[in-house]
């Protein structure tokens, strides 16, 4: 069966062509479909400093840039978060790829506000192709391993959140700083193109009718069957506050670190940018099971964010360090119990749409709260504002813990 074919939602041939891959092969391709596109989405980070003094840009402007990414995201995911399951897993992931090629050479070659918002739109356009189908594909390819399929899903998403701040800090010291990172990205992202078009691919779950094949692709009201709503919320919840507190790390922060450490170093500010993504990848390869899991990581997430403006105050590196990586291992316990808990009540032929549609929820908690840090940064100062920020987003994870905790408590059996 062919990609084209797969596009124009055509039953599969019996005579099969292609790359009969493993099980193993199949569930990297899945993996590194999703994770080299939010390295691509997130090689941006460290260069916002840049950017902001060569394109004489305001906070206000560098947080609409990211929001930008987050919106064209949230949107995509709200359209066409459906869509695998109707082309196709593998067809999905491959036009994510060839957008994600597209939104990366455009940033990388902007030289107005306009045209950087362009190239996030289209990088955050490519994920959300990719989110649902890659979640559903590994959820599919591990029938009797649901846990894993969902630690998978969050390693290699908070893995290429983490990664991408690091590569991007290390690449902008090649010639070129703010187009290096996405040149070296963009040939390792189209080799990916290779393998997803020779696959033989798994047939679609939902074959439209024939009559009306495009009416299987339109927007889809967002609707959650009554045994996995409860779920459905409190992971909508924690990944709204959680990605809240990770969208500050992708944007303003990178300045507001480089103020606390007193360095211009990007690949030392990639790198702490990235700390907390990367402790929430590492946190999946860790049992933490139980009724208090997830109070127990909010708890650790709120009291870790106001630990990261306690040490801009007093100038401490390793409060920073220390706050951000357990920032990053409390929420990676939190979101990845409460994902994993939503994944198993919904039914598989409606997984893509509704971890799509929780993915909606949690990526606005990366626009619509960082908007307003950037706002409120150009209204107070930036350090002000990140003060601000935090003392919220850890209040606010520490009401969820209460709340988690009382209905554990509620729970627990006699």
Same mark, same amino acid.
């Given at each position: 069966?062919?990609?084209?074919?797969?596009?124009?939602?055509?039953?599969?041939?019996?005579?099969?062509?292609?790359?009969?891959?493993?099980?193993?092969?199949?569930?990297?391709?899945?993996?590194?479909?999703?994770?080299?596109?939010?390295?691509?989405?997130?090689?941006?980070?460290?260069?916002?400093?840049?950017?902001?003094?060569?394109?004489?840009?305001?906070?206000?402007?560098?947080?609409?840039?990211?929001?930008?990414?987050?919106?064209?995201?949230?949107?995509?995911?709200?359209?066409?978060?459906?869509?695998?399951?109707?082309?196709?897993?593998?067809?999905?992931?491959?036009?994510?790829?060839?957008?994600?090629?597209?939104?990366?050479?455009?940033?990388?070659?902007?030289?107005?506000?306009?045209?950087?918002?362009?190239?996030?739109?289209?990088?955050?356009?490519?994920?959300?192709?990719?989110?649902?189908?890659?979640?559903?594909?590994?959820?599919?390819?591990?029938?009797?391993?649901?846990?894993?399929?969902?630690?998978?899903?969050? *390693? &290699?998403?908070?893995? @290429?959140?983490?990664?991408?701040? +690091?590569? /991007?800090?290390? =690449? %902008? #010291?090649? $010639? !070129?700083?703010?187009?290096?990172?996405?040149?070296?990205?963009?040939?390792?992202?189209?080799?990916?193109?290779?393998?997803?078009?020779?696959?033989?691919?798994?047939?679609?779950?939902?074959?439209?009718?024939?009559?009306?094949?495009?009416?299987?692709?339109?927007?889809?009201?967002?609707?959650?069957?009554?045994?996995?709503?409860?779920?459905?919320? *409190? &992971?909508?919840?924690? @990944?709204?506050?959680?990605?809240? +507190?990770? /969208?500050?790390? =992708? %944007? #303003?922060? $990178? !300045?507001?670190?480089?103020?606390?450490?007193?360095?211009?170093?990007?690949?030392?500010?990639?790198?702490?940018?990235?700390?907390?993504?990367?402790?929430?990848?590492?946190?999946?390869?860790?049992?933490?099971?139980?009724?208090?899991?997830?109070?127990?990581?909010?708890?650790?997430?709120?009291?870790?964010?106001?630990?990261?403006?306690?040490?801009?105050?007093?100038?401490?590196?390793?409060?920073?360090?220390?706050?951000?990586?357990?920032?990053? =291992?409390?929420?990676?316990?939190?979101?990845?119990?409460?994902?994993?808990?939503?994944?198993?009540?919904?039914?598989?032929?409606?997984?893509?749409?509704?971890?799509?549609?929780?993915?909606?929820?949690?990526?606005?908690?990366?626009?619509?709260?960082?908007?307003?840090?950037?706002?409120?940064?150009?209204?107070?100062?930036?350090?002000?504002?990140?003060?601000?920020?935090?003392?919220?987003?850890?209040?606010?994870?520490?009401?969820?813990?209460?709340?988690?905790?009382?209905?554990?408590?509620?729970?627990?059996?006699?």
């Amino acid at each position: 069966m062919t990609v084209f074919s797969e596009l124009r939602m055509r039953p599969a041939t019996a005579a099969a062509t292609g790359w009969d891959a493993s099980t193993t092969a199949r569930l990297v391709m899945a993996g590194a479909g999703i994770f080299m596109l939010l390295v691509g989405a997130n090689l941006a980070t460290p260069l916002y400093p840049l950017l902001q003094a060569s394109l004489g840009l305001s906070s206000l402007e560098v947080t609409g840039a990211f929001a930008s990414y987050v919106l064209a995201l949230v949107a995509t995911l709200l359209l066409a978060g459906h869509w695998s399951d109707h082309i196709g897993r593998r067809a999905a992931l491959l036009v994510a790829v060839l957008t994600g090629l597209a939104g990366g050479w455009i940033f990388s070659e902007a030289q107005t506000l306009a045209a950087l918002c362009a190239g996030r739109a289209l990088q955050g356009t490519a994920v959300a192709l990719a989110t649902g189908a890659s979640a559903a594909a590994l959820r599919e390819l591990l029938p009797s391993r649901p846990e894993w399929a969902s630690r998978f899903t969050l *390693l &290699a998403s908070s893995g @290429g959140v983490a990664a991408g701040p +690091v590569i /991007g800090g290390l =690449l %902008s #010291l090649l $010639p !070129g700083a703010t187009t290096a990172p996405y040149y070296v990205h963009s040939v390792l992202l189209a080799a990916l193109l290779v393998p997803l078009y020779l696959i033989r691919a798994r047939p679609a779950i939902m074959l439209p009718a024939p009559s009306r094949p495009l009416y299987a692709l339109a927007p889809r009201r967002p609707s959650v069957s009554r045994q996995a709503r409860g779920a459905f919320w *409190l &992971a909508s919840g924690v @990944g709204f506050l959680s990605f809240a +507190v990770f /969208g500050f790390c =992708l %944007s #303003l922060a $990178p !300045g507001y670190f480089a103020q606390v450490l007193d360095t211009q170093s990007r690949p030392l500010v990639g790198m702490l940018a990235g700390l907390p993504l990367g402790a929430s990848a590492l946190s999946q390869l860790v049992s933490v099971r139980g009724r208090h899991a997830v109070p127990a990581g909010l708890a650790v997430l709120g009291v870790s964010v106001m630990l990261l403006g306690a040490a801009g105050t007093w100038h401490s590196p390793l409060l920073l360090i220390a706050a951000a990586a357990a920032a990053g =291992l409390g929420q990676g316990v939190a979101f990845r119990t409460v994902f994993n808990d939503v994944a198993a009540k919904v039914e598989p032929a409606r997984h893509a749409q509704i971890i799509s549609t929780v993915y909606v929820i949690t990526y606005l908690g990366s626009a619509v709260p960082v908007l307003g840090l950037g706002w409120a940064g150009g209204m107070f100062g930036v350090p002000a504002a990140v003060q601000g920020f935090v003392l919220v987003c850890g209040s606010a994870a520490l009401a969820l813990s209460a709340v988690t905790m009382a209905g554990a408590a509620r729970r627990r059996p006699a």
